[in-house]
C-alpha cells in the first residue's frame, strides 16, 4: 500500500491511498488519519487493502505529491540512527568527533512534533548556523515490546519513508561535546509526500535495508547518487537497540542516518558536510559553502526502473523566527 | 488550578480538576485530556477555572493520588535540562565527561511517548546497567515560537510538574561519548499525580524558579532534601534555548534536571550518581549501590507549611523486557 497525507486543517492531515504509479489518491475512508492508522494498524489493513486494490483498478482524483504534508505530520517518537560508516568517518575527519564504540549502532532522540511535508519552505533563524541537508531513509514501526530481537523488531516495520534530516552544522559540534545530544542543531525532518510497506519495494528492501539509490540535488545541480544498501545495521538492529530498554510506541519513526557509500567520491554525498570533509581530505580546505536563505535540496528514490516511490523533497530554506 | 489525569482506557486518559488540599477531585467537563488542553489552553481555561472554583466549594469524590496516571501519560515532546551546576560538577567528577561549554544551558531530547505515573512500576531489563533516579522540576508549556526571548517564554508556561527521570548509568557515558546523547540510558520518566498553575505556588514560583525543597527517600531512608530554587537557568531561558531553531509544540514538558545545591553534604542527593561522586571525593570510593529490583524511591515537594502540591512518586522497581 502506498500513503499520503493531505491539509485538511486538522494536527495529523488526512489519510489518502495513492495508487502504485503515483498518479491517483483518495481518501482512506477505514481510518482519517496515519497516526490512528498506526496506533492500531491490525484493525484498519484489510480494510484499507482493499481500497487499495480498487483504488489500482481505477478512481480517485489526481495526486499532486507538491500539495502533500509529512505523511505523519507529528510522531510521538523520532530516532535517528546512523548507520552508514563512511558517514561516521568523514563527519569525524571534520568534526572531530570521538570514533564510535564497536559493536553499537549510533542513535539520538530527535524532536517528533513536527515533520515538514517534502515541498514546504524550511523556516531556520539563521544562515550563520552552517544549514545542511542530510538524505535519509527511515520506517515506521507499530508497537515494539522492550527486549525485542532484531527478528522481532523486522516484523514490526510497517512503512518505509524517505527523509530530510535538517542540520546546523555550527551548532552541532558544541552540543555533541555536551555528550547530551543535539536540540538546537536537529530542527524539523521534512519527509517524502509517500509512505510505502515495504512490500512496494519487490527484492529491493532486503535485509531490513532499502536497496536503492537516493538522488540529491543543491539547486539543481547532481550532489549526490548513493545507495542505500550499505547500513552497518539494518532497521531491525536499529530497532531492537532503540528498545533495549523501553517499549517503543506505535508510530515511532527511525533513521538510517545520512546514506553514505564507501565510494563517495564517485557517488558524490547527500549532505554538504560530508562534501567538504572530503575537500578536507583532499584539497587541504573546505571549499563547498552551507546553505543561504533562497537555496533549494532536490531528494528523491525511485526504483531501478525510474518507476515513482516516495516522490521528491523539494524544499526551500527561508528565514524564520522572531525579527 | 490543579489537575490530575485518572486511568480510562484511552491513551491520554481521563482530566480532572483537584481540590486545593487535593483531597476531592472530579472530571474536567470543558476537555476529556489534558493533552487537548494544551493544544488549546486559552479556550478552555475559563471553564476549567469555573469547575475548579466550584470544586472547591464541595463536591467530587475522594483523591487517591496513587491511582493517577502521570498528568500527561503521552507528549509530543520532552526536553530535559542540567540547571544546578552542582550536579553537572559532580557528573564531570564520576563520570569524566567535559565541562559544560560556558553560557549555553545544557538540555538533551528524551522519549515522551510514555510518562509513568508517580506510584506505577518502573520495569527496566537488567540490575547490571545501573538504575538510577533523578529527582526534578518541569513545566509544561503552551506553544512558543521560534526565537522567542526568555520573556516571552515565561508567559507560555502553563503547568508546574514535578518529575523522576529514570537513568542507566552503566550505558550513559556510553552514549555520551558518541555526542549523539541518551536512547538507552533514558528509559520512561515518570511524573507526580498533580499539575499545577504556577499560581497555586504563590511566591515560591518566582523567577521562573519553583522556590520549595524536593524530598527524595530510598527504601524509606532519607536520601535528599535539596531546594528548587538555584538553577543556573530558569525554566524561562530554558525555553528559550529550546526554542531558537524550532517552534515548541503546545504541551512541551521541559525538565530541571536533578534538583542539587551547593551544599550536597547537607541536603543530600536527588540521584545515587550524585552521592556516588561525594563519596568519591570523600572517601576515595562509590559505596552506595544503584538500585536493585524491588527498590523503591519516593520524591516530595510540599509547600513551605507542608500542603501537599504534586502528591507524591512512590515508585518500584521492576524487573521489564522479555525473558
Same mark, same amino acid.
Given at each position: ?14 489519510l489518502?491511498?495513492v +495508487? ?25 489493513a484489510?480494510a ?12 480517485? &482524483?489526481?495526486?499532486q ?15 535517528d540512527?546512523?548507520?552508514? !560508516?563512511s ?8 568534526? $572531530? ?23 514546504q ?10 544549514? !545542511? ?9 507499530? +508497537? ?42 536537529k530542527?524539523?525532518? &521534512? ?15 532486503r535485509?531490513s ?10 539547486? $539543481? ?6 545507495? $542505500?544498501?550499505?547500513?552497518s ?12 530498554s523501553? !517499549? ?9 542516518g ?6 563517495y ?43 515513482p516511490?516516495?516522490?521528491?523533497? !523539494?524544499?526551500?530554506?527561508?528565514k524564520?523566527?522572531?525579527?
Open positions: 500500500m502506498r500513503f499520503t497525507t493531505l491539509a485538511d486543517g486538522s494536527s495529523d492531515g488526512r489518502h491511498l +495508487s502504485r504509479d503515483n498518479s491517483r489518491c483518495i481518501p482512506a475512508a477505514a481510518v482519517s488519519s496515519l497516526r490512528l492508522l498506526m496506533e492500531d494498524w491490525d484493525s484498519f484489510p484499507l487493502e482493499a481500497e487499495y486494490a480498487a483504488l489500482n483498478d481505477g478512481g480517485g &482524483a489526481p495526486f505529491p507538491a500539495e502533500a504534508l509529512a505523511p505523519l505530520p507529528r510522531a510521538w517518537q523520532w530516532l540512527g546512523s548507520a552508514y !560508516d558517514h561516521g568517518a568523514l563527519m569525524q575527519k571534520v568534526f $572531530g568527533a570521538d570514533p564510535n564504540p564497536e559493536g553499537r549502532p549510533l542513535m539520538y532522540q530527535g524532536m517528533s512534533h513536527c515533520f515538514l511535508g517534502g515541498a519552505d524550511v523556516p531556520l533563524p539563521s544562515e550563520d548556523d552552517g544549514i !545542511d541537508f542530510e538524505g535519509e531513509f527511515g520506517v515506521i514501526c507499530d +508497537s515494539v515490546p522492550m527486549g525485542s530481537t532484531p527478528a522481532e523488531a523486522a516484523a514490526r516495520i510497517r512503512l518505509l519513508v524517505q527523509i530530510n534530516d535538517w542540520s546546523l552544522r555550527a551548532i552541532a559540534p558544541v552540543e555533541m561535546k555536551t555528550g547530551f545530544g543535539w536540540v538546537q542543531a530542527p524539523a525532518c &521534512a519527509v517524502a509526500p509517500v509512505a510505502l510497506t515495504p512490500d512496494e519495494l519487490g527484492e529491493a528492501w535485509d535495508r532499502i536497496d536503492l539509490p537516493l538522488q540529491v540535488d543543491l539547486n $539543481g545541480n547532481r550532489f549526490g547518487l548513493a545507495e $542505500g544498501y550499505p547500513m545495521y539494518g532497521f531491525d538492529q536499529l530497532i531492537a537497540h532503540a528498545a533495549q523501553r !517499549d517503543l510506541v506505535a508510530g515511532t519513526v527511525l533513521g538510517s545520512t546514506v553514505s557509500n564507501e565510494t567520491r564517485e557517488v558524490g554525498s547527500t549532505c554538504i558536510a560530508e562534501r567538504r570533509a572530503i575537500e578536507l581530505l583532499d584539497e587541504g580546505k573546505q571549499s563547498t559553502p552551507y546553505m543561504h536563505f533562497g537555496d533549494r535540496v532536490f531528494m528523491e528514490c525511485r526504483s531501478r526502473d525510474q518507476s516511490l516516495f516522490g521528491a523533497i !523539494d524544499q526551500q530554506v527561508v524564520g523566527g522572531r525579527a
